[in-house]
Structures are given as structure tokens and as C-alpha cells.
RNA sequence: GGCCCAUUAGUCAAGCGGUUAAGACACCGCCCUUUCACGGCGGUAGCAGGGGUUCGAGUCCCCUAUGGGUCACCA
């Protein structure tokens, strides 16, 4: 294939970019990148019933966000532009003109009303709903006459009355349909807007794209597409059709059903590398066993033979699991910043050392979201029940744990120092003097101090995090507790 | 309903006529260990069904079933 190649990624600003079409995104840029082509961002706004306030600006958000970096596009410009479908109204009437000329396309004046009409009586009588070329053989003069009287007007797509249509596609191969199962699809509406069906064709060629990326929703459409690049005589894009990304049920995934977007995913505590690393792999293998993938080595790896044909089913498991695995590999610095939004809702005490704190947390944490529910006892205390002390494998309790706390309170109140290390050596010293195992003094302290079953670190830690009094306070409860018991 | 597409474990998937049918998530067990987690080791679990073609079929063909998509002046 001579030229460069150019790939887009063509949404319409609903204001809810989902999983799915974050994915086409991803595959059309990988592609682009792959060829050493470019990516563009186009916007496809004809309808504008379906306007959405500030949707636009979610679409350069979250193209942003995951590193998707347009090469052109309505807000860096580009020299095919505009980038705005609806910025381009004359440009399609044009061309929709000049497919009236080469009678591929014709004029209908058909209400409204006429044609729901039509379409009742034939679903009423089982057939497919068809347009039934009520306009087709108006002649030239009567279609002059009726637009110079000013009629309302779309302009339909002439399908050929016989034959098949054939196209192939690189994921698909060859589909081939009868031209009597498509209808004459209305290429103009009455606003003067395109629809998608002429839009597509016009802009992808204008804007030289020559690899068509997206949803398998359109593989039944694209024989009519194809009839009119060919109409035109414009060379045919090469097409990737992807298979559709399903929920966990089997049913496509959609905004109603409370399927997250890509920024809710984000707002979840999710990274976005680590969810565009799962999507890449939701349809697509790079036949090697590596599953983790960094932007960088997806523009290098990613192939046209490896996308599946078959549909996917977002699975929120692999994604928290590789979710943590990002996690894990963040810098402490970084970890921290991050987690720090959610420790200010969970935690208020000012003299906690959040470094520490997240030093321990990383390792255990695979949806930031998580963060509060694992820090909520450094604030208040729980309410626990004595039974926590009692665990057969640490061979604790109630007794040892009592003996344990009585023990390691006094010298805990002693220390001058309040660091890890002054703490670990104090009771690992203390438990050998005692003569028992480490974890008969360590597994009480540790429930003393968190009142919980898992805590984010063990004991020597917790008490470096809470701080001398606090932990002193909290063993004298846990004394208290086990005394009363 | 017509047309189109798909079908390897619960999930993502490798496989492109001859394999003990990879790997990952999840799950289970063991080890490590001051809880949990991380890490290490191991395990359970799969070619939707039926016909062909072939010396040989997860791989090719047909049928059935199931799932999905599409039939708009939406994209």
C-alpha cells in the first residue's frame, strides 16, 4: 500500500466515552503508530438532537488521559480540516449532489408521516422494513420543481435492484450480502446534515484515511459504503472491524446498564495505563505470553493479525489484578500522591506520617478506591471482639495475648525513641526473654493497635504509624478488653 | 423474523491438519511470613453438538444450537 498510513478515531460527542469505544480509540492509534502514520480525531456531530454539553471536552480528556496523542484534530488543526462534521454541511451536499448526477443517489421528498406509514403496514405484515423508492423515478423536472417550491428533501442512496456486494475485511475476510437486503438509506437529511452513512464515506476520503477502525456494529452497513466509494471511484479503504466488548451478562455494554466509562473507571481508583493495558488485551494477543504492556511497547507490538474476531467480556478481575501490578511498580513518591486523595477523606489525625504509611499500603492495594477501608482504624479505634486475639496458627489467645500486652507495655512506655527499628528490636527481644514465639506477642499487639482482623502492616509497623501515645493507648484498651473478659 | 458475524476452562486467550491443547485472571493447596498482601511452587477446569473431508481435525466443509450485531432523516 503506497502512502502513509492514516488512521482516526471518529466519535459523536454523547458526553459518555465507554470502555469499548476507548478501545477503538486505542487499536486505531496503535495502527497509525505502528505504520509510523498518523492518527486524527474527528468529530461526528450531524445529529444534533444527540448534542451533549461539554461532551467534546470528555472526548479530549480521555483521550488525553490514556496517551492517545492525535496527530490532527479540531482543536490542533490539521490540513484536512475542519475536523467537525458539522462544519462541513456544504461539503457533503456536495457530494451528495454530485452522486445524484451519477445516479447513485436520487432526491425524496417523502413526509414524515408517509413513511412511518410505510413502515407499519410492513412490519404488519412481517416483511423488513424497506423504503419503497416512492421517489425514485421523479424526473429531473419534477424534482426542480419541487425544490424550487421549496419541498423538505433528503437525499437517498440508489442500491442496485440485483447482484451482491462484496468487501473484505481485514479481521472479518470477505462478506459478501445481496444487494436487495439493503434499503435506500438516506444519505442527506432534511436539516441539510449528512447522516454517518455519507459523512463517513465523504471524510474518510477527504481526509486520506486508509484504514477504516471500528465497532463490528457497522459490518453490515459497509457493503452500502462500499458502493459509494465506488460510485465516486474513490479508491477503498482498508477495513478492521472489531469485535464488540460485552458485560460480564453477554450484552453489549452501555452507559444505561450502569456500565462504567473510561473516566469512572479512573475516578474508581484505576490507572489509566493499567486500563488501557487491559483493553489492548480485550480482543487483541500479541501471541506471546507477556501481558504486561506499556503504551510504548503496544505501538511497537501491536498487530492486525492478532485482533479475535469473537467478542470479549470485560472482566473487572484481570483488570484489578493488573491494576495492582501497576500499583506495585509506581514510585513510592508517586504512589503516595496518589493515595493522598483518598487519605484525606479517611483520615483527619495531622500526625501521621503518610509516607510511612503508604510505603506499607502499595504493596496492598490494587484499586486506590480501596484506601479508606483499609485506613479507617488509624482515626477511631473499632470496636473488636476479644475472639480477634485468638488465632490458632500465631497460637494466641486470650490468655497469651493478655500476658503478651501486660508485658509489652511497660516497655513500650520506655522506649526513648519511636522508630521501626527501636520497636522491632524492643519486642523481638521481649518475646525471646518470654520465651515464646514471635508471633504470641506481635499478632496481639497488632489486633490492639488496629482492632482488625488484616490490618496494612503488622504490628512494628502499626505502632511506627500511630505513634507512641496512641499506641499505648490502644494497648491499654486491648488490656482492658481481655481483662474484662 | 431476514441478513451478517462469532463459538478453545468461570473470564481473557495461544493454536493456523499430526501439540502431553500454551500463558494470564479468578479459584484451591503448599511454602515464605508478626495479620493481610507481595513473591515462589503446585492443582482443579476447555475445543458447543452432530455429520462429513482426510491416514490423521480444536484447526477445512455442511447442518443444528447458543450468543451477538444490524435492519432509523443514530452513529
Given at each position: ?23 477503538t ?19 461526528e ?33 490539521g ?16 457530494y ?71 468487501f ?84 453489549k ?34 501471541g ?33 489484578w ?8 509506581l ?31 502499595q ?63 524492643a ?59
Open positions: 500500500m503506497p502512502g502513509q498510513v492514516r488512521t482516526r478515531f471518529a466519535p459523536s460527542p454523547t458526553g459518555y466515552m465507554h470502555i469499548g469505544n476507548l478501545r480509540a486505542l487499536y486505531a492509534y496503535l495502527i497509525a503508530k505502528k505504520y509510523d502514520g498518523k492518527f486524527l480525531l474527528r468529530i456531530d450531524t445529529d444534533q438532537e444527540r448534542y451533549v454539553e461539554g461532551a467534546i471536552d470528555i472526548i479530549y480528556k480521555s483521550l488525553k488521559l490514556a496517551g492517545l496523542k492525535h496527530d490532527e484534530g479540531p482543536d490542533i488543526g490540513p484536512f480540516g475542519p475536523y467537525v462534521q458539522s462544519q462541513r454541511k456544504d461539503i457533503y451536499m456536495e451528495a449532489k454530485k452522486l445524484v448526477d451519477l445516479g447513485a443517489a436520487y432526491y425524496c421528498f417523502c413526509s414524515k408521516e408517509r413513511l412511518a406509514e410505510l413502515k407499519q403496514g410492513q412490519e404488519a405484515s412481517g416483511d423488513t422494513p424497506k423504503y419503497d423508492r416512492y421517489c425514485l423515478d421523479l424526473s429531473r423536472h419534477e424534482v426542480q420543481k419541487k425544490l424550487d417550491e421549496g419541498h423538505p428533501f433528503v437525499i437517498r442512496q440508489k442500491i442496485p435492484d440485483v447482484g451482491t456486494i462484496s473484505t475485511d481485514v479481521v472479518y475476510g470477505t462478506i459478501t450480502v445481496n444487494s436487495n437486503e439493503l434499503d435506500d438509506q438516506v444519505l442527506i437529511k432534511s436539516d441539510g446534515l449528512p447522516t454517518y452513512n455519507l459523512a463517513n464515506v465523504v471524510d474518510d476520503h477527504l481526509m486520506r484515511i486508509t484504514h477504516v477502525v471500528r465497532g463490528n456494529e457497522y459490518l453490515s452497513s459497509t457493503p452500502k459504503y462500499n458502493l459509494l466509494y465506488e460510485a465516486f471511484g474513490w479508491e477503498i479503504p482498508v477495513y478492521i472491524h472489531l469485535p464488540l466488548i460485552l458485560r460480564p451478562t453477554g450484552q455494554l452501555s452507559k444505561r446498564a450502569g456500565d462504567p466509562s473510561f473516566e469512572d473507571l479512573v475516578s474508581m481508583g484505576y490507572l489509566p495505563e493499567a486500563i488501557v493495558n487491559y483493553i489492548a488485551l480485550l480482543g487483541w494477543s500479541p506471546t505470553t507477556q501481558e504486561i504492556f506499556s503504551l510504548e511497547e503496544l505501538e511497537e507490538q501491536f498487530t492486525i493479525e492478532g485482533i479475535s474476531k469473537s467478542p470479549a467480556i470485560f472482566d473487572i478481575k484481570k483488570l484489578i493488573l491494576n495492582g501490578e501497576y500499583i506495585r511498580i514510585p513510592l513518591e508517586d504512589f503516595n500522591r496518589l493515595a493522598m486523595l483518598y487519605y484525606k477523606g479517611a483520615i483527619k489525625n495531622e500526625n501521621i506520617d503518610f509516607m510511612k504509611l503508604s510505603k506499607v499500603l504493596l496492598r492495594t490494587e484499586v486506590l478506591s480501596s484506601i479508606p477501608e483499609n485506613v479507617d482504624f488509624i482515626d477511631n479505634l473499632p470496636e473488636y471482639e476479644t475472639s480477634l486475639y485468638v488465632h490458632k496458627k500465631m497460637k494466641t489467645d486470650e490468655n497469651v495475648s493478655l500476658a503478651s500486652l501486660k508485658t509489652a507495655l511497660p516497655v513500650l512506655e520506655e522506649l526513648q525513641t519511636w522508630d521501626e527499628t527501636v520497636i522491632h528490636d519486642l523481638i527481644s521481649l518475646a525471646g526473654e518470654m520465651g515464646i514465639k514471635n508471633s504470641q506477642l506481635l499478632w496481639p499487639v497488632r489486633v490492639a493497635l488496629t482492632g482488625k482482623e488484616v490490618s496494612p502492616g503488622g504490628a512494628i509497623e502499626m505502632a511506627s504509624i500511630l505513634g507512641k501515645s496512641e499506641t499505648i493507648r490502644r494497648i491499654k484498651i486491648g488490656i482492658e478488653k481481655l481483662t474484662r473478659y
